[in-house]
């Protein structure tokens, strides 16, 4: 499918990189469009063949999908200024945290296909997630059109658009964490006398793995802590550590911050 993507920062920058990666779509099917243009640069540099749009609009009048990835409060803008003219419009796919499918079918031509997603970086590893919310146009083969088109970069959940602040603050900030918790962990093995590549190699492989058993073992994550925890042993010692710091209590507030935070760049 013809797809292309405005805005080719991080995120955009990760998706399309998955997307290409995982062969979802093809170098030459692909149309780019970024105001810095070094960005359109690296991206063609590491897939030739990728087409480079003179604008917006003639990105989105080569494509069949296009991904808008500009942040939030360029998104409706963006909309209305694509939508110029009774342009009919492909299929769009934002990304943008905290811009509603009704803000944005408001300021597009009547009929507009829209898809609300929430990505996350590890797309550009093929190890993302991706939640998203059909609009009130979109059609069950743009549907498949957009699920395929994202699944390449990772896992792709349905989600109810009310739920989409809650999951944008797991999945699409929660590498944030994942990357904060890692350098704790590794700042501590370095406390701990370990070369820096050592304790961060061991602090990464530590989380890969423990994702992956959960995964692939199905069990509740307090039975796989069990299994790791010998009565009076070194772990109890830790975890009691841990919850003495609020270890708990601050995941669910930083959770609580990034919904908040949501609900405030809302209609702004
Ligand atoms: N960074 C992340 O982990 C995630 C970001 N998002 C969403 O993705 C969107 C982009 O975020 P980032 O990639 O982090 O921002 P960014 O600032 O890295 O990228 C935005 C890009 O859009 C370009 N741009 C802005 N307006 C444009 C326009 N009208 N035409 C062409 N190019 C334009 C900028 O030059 C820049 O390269 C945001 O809406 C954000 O909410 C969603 C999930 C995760
Ligand atoms: O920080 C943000 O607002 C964006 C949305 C989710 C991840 N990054």
Redesign the pocket.
């Known amino acids: 499918m013809k797809t292309g993507i ?9 998706l399309l990189r998955g997307m290409l990666k995982s062969g979802a779509v093809a170098p030459q099917d692909v149309w780019v ?4 243009k070094e ?1 359109m640069a690296a991206l063609q540099a590491e897939h030739p063949g990728v087409h480079e749009a003179e604008s ?1 609009e003639a990105a989105a009048d080569a494509v069949e999908a296009l991904v ?5 409060h ?2 409706l ?2 909309i209305s ?1 694509l939508s110029e003219g009774d342009r009919e419009l492909p299929l769009l796919i ?6 509603t499918l009704d803000e944005m079918e408001e300021r597009a031509c009547d009929g507009t296909r829209i898809v609300r997603a ?4 590890p797309c550009m590893v093929l190890s993302g997630v991706i939640a998203y919310s059909p609009g009130t146009a979109v059609t069950d083969e743009d549907e498949e059109a957009a699920r395929r088109l994202l699944s390449g970069c990772g896992s792709v959940f349905k989600v109810e658009e009310s739920r989409m602040n809650a999951v ?1 603050a797991i999945s ?2 929660g ?2 964490y994942m990357f904060t918790a890692l350098d704790a962990l590794s700042d501590a093995g370095v406390a701990m006398g370990l070369p820096r590549k050592t304790a961060l190699e061991l602090a990464a492989g530590t989380m890969l793995g423990s994702a992956l058993m959960l995964e692939q073992t199905g069990e509740h994550p307090m039975a796989l802590r069990d299994a790791v925890t010998s009565p009076g042993g070194t772990t109890i010692a830790a975890l009691n550590a841990l919850d003495e710091c609020g270890f708990r209590n601050a995941w669910i507030q930083a959770v609580k911050s990034a919904v908040r935070r949501a609900e405030e760049m809302e209609g702004n």
Do not use: R
């Open positions: 405005i805005g080719l920062g991080k995120m955009g920058g990760a469009y970024d105001h810095h960005n917006e808008l990835a500009v942040k939030p360029a998104v803008p963006l200024a934002s990304i943008a945290a905290a811009v929430m990505p996350n970086t944008s699409g900030c590498p944030a």
